[in-house]
T-cell receptor, first 115, second 115 residues
Framework: AQKITQTQPGMFVQEKEAVTLDCTYD???????LFWYKQPSSGEMIFLIY??????QNATEGRYSLNFQKARKSANLVISASQLGDSAMYFC????????????FGKGTLLTVNP | NAGVTQTPKFQVLKTGQSMTLQCAQD?????MYWYRQDPGMGLRLIYY???????DKGEVPNGYNVSRLNKREFSLRLESAAPSQTSVYFC??????????????FGPGTRLTVT
């Protein structure tokens, strides 16, 4: 079974609107971390935001926030006020405490921001 | 700080040739990783090094070897390249704090084609 599922291969959003990118995960480890990365067309992987399984509050970093619903095992990325430069591939990833060094990635969502 | 650097950026090999991909980080991170990225597959872990002097297999280690030369450098070797190893290769590093690995920082990637 996939550990990280991103069900939206592609998403479109108008500039200045908010968009939510979905991520669900599967783990039986009570201690884990969830990450989102951005990969623009230039190819580099850029870390965006991190949520720990024991964190009481949803993580926020500037225009990025993580909607963490532990019971549903979802960790959706919300981008507010989309900009043209947000057009990129977005990957959700998870690290479990039982395999502390392994980061498992989803297959990604391609976000296109329209002017 | 240069962060994580990788050489070369591009490489074309013939089947059976060997080569070494170089990676270095200047963030004093304990842990380093090698991933490959194939279309529609997300990133998959090849090998990792939790700390200087240790290396372990990841999800897809067959056909590769690694060397953690020192704390800064982690190389990936293809002994006999095969067309199935055509991919984009990323090196990453992360800090270990309180026994937990946090976000990984990625290099710019190496695009490898094996003909």
């Amino acid at each position: 079974a996939q550990k990280i599922t991103q069900t939206q291969p592609g998403m479109f959003v108008q500039e200045k609107e908010a968009v939510t990118l979905d991520c669900t995960y599967d783990t039986s480890d009570p201690s884990y971390g969830l990450f989102w990365y951005k990969q623009p067309s230039s190819g580099e992987m850029i870390f965006l935001i991190y949520q720990g399984s024991y964190d009481q509050q949803n993580a926020t970093e500037g225009r990025y926030s993580l909607n963490f619903q532990k019971a549903r095992k979802s960790a959706n990325l919300v981008i507010s006020a989309s900009q043209l430069g947000d057009s990129a591939m977005y990957f959700c990833a998870m690290r479990e405490a039982g395999s502390n060094y392994k980061l498992t990635f989803g297959k990604g969502t391609l976000l296109t921001v329209n002017p | 700080n240069a962060g994580v650097t990788q050489t070369p950026k591009f490489q074309v090999l013939k089947t059976g040739q060997s080569m070494t991909l170089q990676c270095a980080q200047d963030m004093n991170h304990n842990s380093m990783y090698w991933y490959r990225q194939d279309p529609g597959m997300g990133l998959r872990l090849i090998y990792y090094s939790a700390s200087e002097g240790t290396t372990d297999k990841g999800e897809v280690p067959n056909g590769y070897n690694v060397s953690r030369l020192n704390k800064r450098e982690f190389s990936l070797r293809l002994e006999s390249a095969a067309p199935s190893q055509t991919s984009v290769y990323f090196c990453a590093s992360s800090a270990l704090r309180g026994g937990w690995n946090y976000e990984q920082y990625f290099g710019p990637g190496t695009r490898l084609t094996v003909t």
